[in-house]
């Protein structure tokens, strides 16, 4: 493999070669483009073809055709898909190039090593071709401790715009990188541009910024949403929006949006300035220092939720055949799929067909106790599925030239020497190996996911069945195991087992001698850990309790309490609840509810506190069960969010539009309903006694009487 370190972005020139920017300065290589395909004939008449090469092996795809230029593949690639002649393609010339060559971008580098530059823009309007609608802020940083303000109080639009390209050109940054880019300001900056008759010539050869037509989607577990792609020549660019999506896995971030994400995540900074979207225009006329102030916080903020939310990323992108933008958008099958390829490629093998979809079983999950409990632990089999495949050698049964297993085994021991590393380390040091591991945690648990991927070059869901039930073996050998030296055992969930302690084992000492007890009566390469002590838990249903831990904080799990679905106030009546509850505080627990109901029949709470924010894609404006949100999100853009509230009427309005007139009848079954939720910890009678349904208006009724 080529190791060739310093590449910082390739990109393709003049169609037969392609320009690799480096460290010590740019170079051109010749490139030419290919495909695969199984049999000669079908390009026998195709034109540009510069090469066929037959692969050795087993896999259906084994003649490698080259063609003089990318037009060329392009024709080629186009005439295939239209035939419905079966072929393996790569639309991406520079995956296509270090794919095949081996290198990769960033190697030998470290994330704080990279050019990184922050963006961000004020408007007056969130319409760029609204006639009152003005870029009036441009606020820039970067990682080199550059700051500047472009301020529209002396310059016009276009000069603005000529002195931002000219920053990036003196500053020369490889990330361009800030919170909503795709989808507001780069939108917005190209609709401005055109309309003052500026362009954007970010590109490391002079070339414009190039927005994609039409929406793209992005990877976010098992979610794909939509965005407006955007290239720059030469540079990536990093949207933080879309990163905090993929890095909050586990759901827990209340809202993506900036000031919110960098409060919850606990980056925010003393003496920040906060103005309201809706303000921006009256603060500009009256205080424009105090909107200055602000843009440049939120370029500060773009700058350190970066370094939380991508670094993973950036050190994958180390080892796959992809931009940083790539790696940042695409999902986790698609990377191990390259991989493999890449080897296979490289040794001249063939490639084969994925298999069609069957179904395969997932992981054993069961509730064993409902109800309030003390003492309990987590045990967790570690790398439960990676270790059933190294343990029990399952790899595809296309992967002859056993390539699968290696490669999960190598990126498993580079995980296990960083975190090795990351344990003695401190500060920026613990930042690198953290962010090395986390990329290679990311990847080794996709080789199971990869088995059953319908996309997989090398998929086999015979493998993928074999690999979970063995999980589950395993698994239910560890209850059998911790049930036999007196532990009760609450939930059992894939590769993890809540249970409270034996009596006797008290302290947390005990606890891991009993785990690692039981971890030597499992099979060979399979590791039981004690992953969690809590002073109290509350069991609702499968994958749904609350735990409290030795620090006094609240976790909670699953969708019937934690949702982003839910009005704050109900999320925060539920946290408030699940704590009173753990505590034996039943009464206040009842207390909390009723008057929670008071301040919503009294009209007290703030539109922010039972607003929910709603996603807005293509089905939104064409759906008819989305009739009223549709109304709602009048002038919105596919792939933004909107905050609504359900006035009396049942229709949904936007919370600028609040004019009290909200449905309180609708908020007291969303009252009730969020009680229900721990109405498995009650006898009916007593549930329904503390929390009772309240209807609107019966504090007014009864006062009749």
């Known amino acids: ?72 593949f392009l024709n080629a690639r186009d005439r295939l898909a239209n035939d419905r002649v079966p072929h393996f393609r790569l639309n991406s010339p520079v995956q296509q190039y270090l794919l095949l060559t081996g290198k990769t971008l960033f190697r030998g580098m470290r994330y704080v090593d990279l050019r990184r530059m922050q963006l961000d823009i004020e408007t007056l309007s969130l319409d760029p071709a609204d006639p009152e609608g003005r870029i009036v802020l441009i606020t820039i940083s970067d990682t080199a401790g550059f700051e500047e303000v472009i301020d529209g109080q002396g310059l016009s639009e276009a000069e603005m715009l000529g002195r931002l390209n000219r920053i990036i050109a003196e500053r020369d940054p490889t990330i361009l990188e800030g919170h909503n880019l795709f989808d507001f300001d780069l939108p917005y900056l190209n609709v401005r541009a055109m309309a003052c008759g500026a362009r954007l010539t970010w590109g490391r050869d002079g070339s414009d910024l190039r927005l994609h037509e039409g929406t793209r989607r992005f990877k976010v577990g098992a979610k794909n949403p939509p965005y407006r792609a955007a290239y720059v020549y030469g540079r990536h660019i990093l949207d933080t929006y879309q990163q905090v999506q993929r890095y909050d896995v586990g759901g827990r971030l209340e809202s993506y949006g900036l000031k919110n994400v960098v409060r919850d995540l606990g980056l925010e900074r003393e003496g920040r300035t906060f103005v ?32 939380v939310v991508t670094p993973t990323e950036f050190y994958q992108t180390q080892i796959l055949p992809y931009t940083f933008q790539e790696a940042a958008l695409s999902g986790t099958g698609e990377k191990i799929n390259v991989l493999l390829i890449g080897v296979y490629l490289r040794r001249g093998l063939a490639i084969p067909r994925p298999r069609p979809s069957q179904d395969f079983p997932g992981g054993y999950t069961e509730l064993r106790a409902a109800g309030l409990f003390q003492r309990v632990v987590k045990a967790d089999v570690e790398s439960l599925y990676p270790s059933i495949m190294l343990t029990y050698k399952i790899r595809p049964i296309t992967d002859t030239e056993d390539v699968f297993l290696p490669m999960l085994e190598r990126l498993t021991k580079r995980r296990l020497e960083a975190k090795a590393q990351m344990k003695g380390a401190s500060g920026s040091e613990r930042a690198y190996w953290d962010g090395l591991q986390g990329s290679y945690k990311v990847l080794i648990n996709s080789f199971y996911g990869y088995l059953g991927y319908g996309q997989a070059s090398f998929n086999d869901y015979d493998a993928a069945r074999q690999v979970t039930e063995r999980g589950q073996e395993i ?19 894939t590769d993890g087992v809540y249970f409270v302690a034996p009596p006797g084992v008290d302290e947390e000492a005990a606890e891991r001698d009993l785990v690692e007890e039981v971890s030597g009566a499992l099979p060979e390469g ?53 704590r009173l509850l753990i505590d034996g505080k039943e009464e206040e627990a009842g207390r909390a509810y009723r008057a929670l109901g008071e301040r919503i029949q009294a009209g007290a709470l703030d539109i922010r506190d039972f607003c929910r924010w709603e996603s807005i894609t293509e089905k939104t404006f064409s759906n008819p069960h989305l009739k009223r949100l549709a109304e709602a999100a009048e002038g919105k853009a596919v792939g933004q969010r909107v905050a609504v509230y359900q006035r009396r009427d049942g229709s949904l309005a936007a919370v600028e539009d609040y004019a009290g007139d909200e449905d309180q009848d609708y908020l007291l079954r969303r009252l009730h309903d969020s009680a229900s939720r721990f109405r498995e910890m009650f006898r009916e009678e007593a549930f329904r006694r503390l929390f009772p349904l309240i209807r609107a208006g019966a504090k007014e009724q009864l006062s009749l009487f």
């Open 526 to 578: 399979i590791h039981l850990s004690h992953d969690g002590r809590y002073p109290g838990m509350i069991s609702l249903k499968a994958k749904n309790y609350v735990l409290l831990d030795p620090d006094g904080r609240l976790v909670l799990k699953g969708s019937s309490l934690r949702s982003r679905r839910d009005e704050r106030a109900f999320r925060d009546l539920i946290s408030q609840m699940a």
């Open 475 to 493: 698994v239910l050998k560890a209850v059998g195991l911790l049930e036999a030296r007196g532990a009760k055992i609450l939930e059992v969930d």
């Open 1 to 72: 493999m080529n190791r060739e370190e310093g590449i910082l972005a390739v990109e393709l020139t003049g169609g037969s070669r392609v320009r690799l920017y480096t460290a010590s300065g740019p170079r051109e290589e010749a490139f030419e483009p290919w495909l695969l395909v199984e049999s000669p004939e079908v390009c026998a008449d195709m034109s540009g073809i510069t090469s066929v090469s037959g692969l050795k092996g087993g896999g259906e795809f084994r003649h490698l055709v080259r063609f003089r230029a990318w037009s060329e």
């Open 276 to 307: 309201a979207g809706g303000d921006i225009r009256e603060v500009w006329r009256t205080d424009p220092e105090r909107l200055i102030a602000y843009a440049l916080d939120d370029v500060r903020d773009v700058r350190a939720l970066s370094e």
